[in-house]
């Protein structure tokens, strides 16, 4: 697995700048699936090549059998953007995996980030609408079965069983990191692999990092090589502070022996990027989300090469 930190851009519209990388800071690319051109490219030019892996996000109109049952016992809200599907949807997961297996079968890219591998609901806005969810029949009978606790219907395991239900979900998510996790490293031994995660505290939304989209850093430990919080500020209705103020707070909740590594979107470039570089706890590299247009334009490329030099300075001092 690579050692040296990675910054670059995410999205494959940033191919065609992938000449330019190098000059300008970045030594890695981030782009959807086993993309044969942009692995190709990365070989070329000596890039990192990294692979962004879709799991639990689909399209809910075309397969809404795939939608998660909310308290109510019927399919979540749900808006132009959403992710998490109910886990109990075999079909689906088995599709996944045989994507998983065939990228891994054809291609050999440097690391996989996993992505949308949470519960359902959508944390890139300022107002979030957080349903607990996830209660259909074969649902709620794996978490009887998992836990021993006698529950029939949504409203009797949030009333005497909520915390249970939260660390089932989080237990669930882990057991599927693993899954994939192991996949991975079988075929492709000294593959990163990464996770896209909500960039929420533990606190946050009363505990929504958990209770809602079920993801726990200390469960994801043993099979997350980086973990990669979404940091879109202005989508978020947050400053462009909010990755070094992150970055601060990561180790009271983030596992020391893991690699924290940042997302930042374009819409706040340049200056969230400069923020994160003033951290006193470094990022592992940065991913920019949309980064054509900065690799598209020599003076903003130059603006990622002065923030990445910084930041990779502040690791080695």
């Known amino acids: ?56 996000r689909a399209d809910f109109d075309a397969y809404p059998e795939l939608i998660p049952i909310g308290v109510d016992g019927r399919p979540i809200r749900y808006g132009k953007l959403v992710q998490g599907v109910c886990l109990s949807q075999t079909d ?47 649902c709620i009978a794996d978490f009887c079965s998992a836990t021993g606790i006698d529950a029939a219907t949504p409203a009797q395991i949030l009333a005497v069983a909520g915390d249970a239900w939260t660390r089932h979900k989080c237990e669930r998510i882990a057991r599927f990191a693993e899954h994939y996790a192991a996949l991975i490293k079988a075929h492709l031994p000294d593959c990163i692999v990464g996770a896209y995660m909500c960039p929420w505290t533990p606190d946050e939304y009363d505990g929504a990092l958990s209770r809602i989209f079920a993801q726990d850093y200390d469960l994801l430990a043993p099979s997350i090589d980086v973990f990669t919080p979404l940091i879109y500020a202005a989508k978020s209705g947050r400053t462009a502070t909010w990755g070094r103020d992150f970055l601060a707070q990561a180790p009271a909740f983030a596992p020391v022996n893991r690699k924290m590594q940042l997302i930042l979107d ?15 706890l470094p990022s592992w590299g940065v991913q920019l989300f949309g980064g054509a247009q900065v690799f598209g334009d020599t003076q903003q490329a130059a603006l990622f090469a002065t923030a990445a030099a910084q930041i990779r300075q502040r690791r080695v001092s």
């Open 92 to 138: 689906f997961l088995a599709e996944t995996e045989a994507t998983l297996l065939d990228g891994l079968h054809t291609c050999q890219p440097a690391g996989i980030w996993l992505d949308y591998l949470t519960y359902a609901g959508w944390f890139e806005t300022p107002a979030p609408d957080l349903q607990e969810s996830c209660f259909c029949s074969a």
């Open 266 to 280: 374009v819409l706040d470039f340049p200056d969230s990027l400069f923020a994160t570089a003033e951290a006193e």
């Open 1 to 56: 697995m690579p050692t040296t930190p990675l910054f670059g851009p995410y999205g494959s519209s940033a191919l065609p700048f992938i000449d330019r990388f190098a000059a300008h800071g970045a030594n890695a690319f981030w782009f959807h699936g086993f993309d044969a051109p942009a692995l190709d490219a990365c070989a070329r030019y000596d890039i990192v090549a990294c692979v962004e892996f879709k799991t639990f």
